[in-house]
């Protein structure tokens, strides 16, 4: 899984850069194109079953699963800008594009190597647009909660009790460093070659958000948790409620629900807000290192 550098807050200067929506294809090598996507997978767009939680057997079926990216950039070696989002755009990663992606832009690039690849999640702004297949509501929502992500649900155990939940979630995300599978190959970024088009995801990865320990290699999405943490039984698991359950009152038995080199993760509200910061990858199964960013 991703692990959050606990790194400490950067400036976000890339904010401050100017954006480029087409960089000129006047190179001796030519030029091919890149369409960038985003994609939640089938988890986010059909559900997690409950063999994607091998140890307590719940399934979670998204209702709502929105997100507002922003300053895609994509660099060449010496951070020379190629193409960029020139304003944020919201997702509802639970719509399915039924075989199109969801694009967030089509550039032209020139045919070399572009290994700097970076992206961010949040904040939520006033020049937010819908993106494809996401709605004026959905950018409303985003900007009533001042939220980053957004997710709605819900779980259901195998003997059929179900949890509804509603998290809006604030903290914006830099992803930079994204490398990922072209061609068979781990690349970093994205090369272009003369005449080719290649399709960059930004890849979002909803089982993460039910993951039991924040840096293991054997972390595994869990509810049960989540599910006993709805205090007053009305079937809806709110944020306030998890910020109410000190993570080390979890029986192992339901989660190590480890957090590693992490301070200040301390209940499991803070653990959900950490979890959402840990969704963004690229290409698939490819990844980026995250940092916090100064707001
Ligand atoms: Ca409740």
């Known amino acids: 899984m991703t692990r959050i550098n606990p ?17 000129p294809a006047c190179s001796d090598s030519g030029s091919g194109t890149v369409t960038v996507t985003t994609w939640g997978e089938l988890l986010i767009e059909d559900g997690l079953t409950s ?19 922003h300053s895609v950039t994509i660099a060449d070696a010496n951070n020379k800008v190629g193409a960029q989002l020139d304003h944020p ?8 594009a039924q075989g199109t992606p969801k694009t967030l832009g089509t550039y032209s690039l020139e045919a070399e190597a572009w290994p700097n690849v ?9 020049d937010a647009t819908a993106g494809d297949l996401a709605t004026a509501d959905d950018v409303a929502l985003l900007q009533n909660d001042q939220a980053t992500v957004h997710v709605e649900g819900t779980g259901t155990s195998p003997d059929g009790v179900q949890k509804t939940f509603s ?3 604030p903290t914006p995300t830099f992803f930079e460093g994204c490398h990922g599978e072209q061609d068979g190959k781990e ?48 079937g809806v698991i709110t944020l306030q409620e998890l910020d109410q359950v000190p993570l080390y009152t979890i029986p192992i038995d339901k989660g190590s629900y480890g957090t590693g080199a992490l301070g200040n993760v301390n ?27 100064a707001q």
């Open 7 to 23: 790194m400490p807050r950067v400036l976000p200067l890339f904010v401050l850069g100017v954006a480029l929506l087409f960089a």
């Open 51 to 69: 063999d994607i939680f091998p140890k307590d057997h719940w399934s979670v079926k998204y209702s709502k699963f929105l997100l507002v990216y």
């Open 89 to 96: 755009l919201v997702f509802d990663m639970t719509q399915k």
């Open 118 to 126: 970076s992206y961010q999640m949040g904040p939520i702004t006033s």
């Open 167 to 169: 998290w809006s979630f």
């Open 187 to 234: 690349v970093d970024g994205v090369i272009v070659t003369n005449g080719g088009t290649q399709n960059v995801e930004l890849t979002v990865h909803g089982d993460h958000l039910f993951y039991d320990d924040l840096q293991s290699e054997e972390a595994v999405p869990r509810f049960q948790a989540l599910a006993d943490a709805d205090a007053n039984n009305d």
């Open 267 to 293: 209940t499991l509200g803070d653990y959900e807000r950490t979890l959402s910061r840990t969704i963004g990858h690229y290409r698939g199964e490819g990844s980026c290192n995250s940092k916090s960013v």
